[in-house]
């Protein structure tokens, strides 16, 4: 059986391509020559008590490579499914909601194109931190991926630096995190907002990093070991190669604050 290495945001897996049948609420279709079983991993905190079984992406793309010369339609292509949202509760170890073909009933979706090419990216038109802008508002502007699977919020280091020094000093017992700005975002003509609750959380002393691909690009994402309560920013060094505009990563942060649907 062939084997494939995977990397994500908590260490690198070993995997052998493999078959079986996924479910998804209702819905359930044969995988053949698709699943990944793992073989051996690096995951930081993954063993046999872990909440999961494993790691499932939910992609853009209708095929999906099993190997560096063949490809497989996707999952949510043989589930037929051709949209799906996603929105994580505000305190971790609650639910949250995944949405097949639908969305929310009553709740009213803003449409912001997409400009990336097997990913999900969004052109980003300002950051304001507190009254403070502090970037994306000039041409060319910014581009962000919307990643369900990334913890933090990764950005350019002169962007990461002036967010950080408006947000100023960041109690390691959270006793301060009401009195932090929001950040407010414009997306095509839409406002979002990140309180300081959602950008702000008792993590692991992000004191390490570790290069992991994200779509075309590779991001050094945050390890550690030692609790405190620190923001959700990292430097991840994405750049987009045609229009030189800076490139941002959101990940789990937007999610607890809005459901994406794409």
């Not at 084997?3 to 998804?24: I, R």
């Not at 950040?183 to 950008?199: D, H, K, N």
């Amino acid at each position: 059986h062939e084997l494939v290495l995977s990397a994500y945001g908590q260490g690198q897996v070993v995997c052998e391509v493999g078959a079986d049948y996924v479910t998804l609420g209702g819905l359930r279709t044969l995988r053949p020559q698709v699943s990944q079983l793992i073989k051996g991993n690096q995951l930081q905190g993954f063993s046999q008590d872990s909440s999961y079984d494993g790691i499932m992406g939910l992609g853009v793309t209708d095929y999906v490579p099993v190997s560096n010369t063949t490809q497989t339609p996707s999952t949510l292509s043989n589930l037929n499914v051709t949209t799906f949202g996603i929105c994580f509760s505000l305190k971790s170890g609650h639910g949250g909601r995944l949405d097949l073909n639908g969305g929310v009933p009553g709740l009213p979706y803003h449409d912001v194109p997409g400009v990336g090419v097997g990913y999900w990216m969004i052109a980003l038109h300002s950051w304001e931190v507190g009254r403070k802008m502090v970037g994306c508002d000039a041409a060319p502007h910014c581009l962000a991926i919307i990643d369900s699977g990334t913890t933090l919020v990764g950005m350019p280091k002169p962007m990461l630096q002036k967010t950080l020094n408006q947000i100023g000093a960041i109690n390691e017992d959270c006793s301060n995190v009401d009195e932090l700005p929001t950040i407010t975002i414009q997306v095509a003509g839409y406002t979002l907002t990140l309180p300081p609750s959602a950008y702000v959380a008792q993590l692991n002393d992000l004191t390490e990093t570790q290069p992991v691909r994200v779509g075309p690009f590779v991001a050094n994402l945050p390890v550690g070991t030692e609790s405190a309560c620190t923001h959700l920013f990292f430097e991840s060094g994405l750049g987009e190669s045609k229009t030189q505009a800076p490139v941002l990563l959101i990940g789990m942060p937007i999610f607890r604050r809005r459901v994406c649907r794409g």
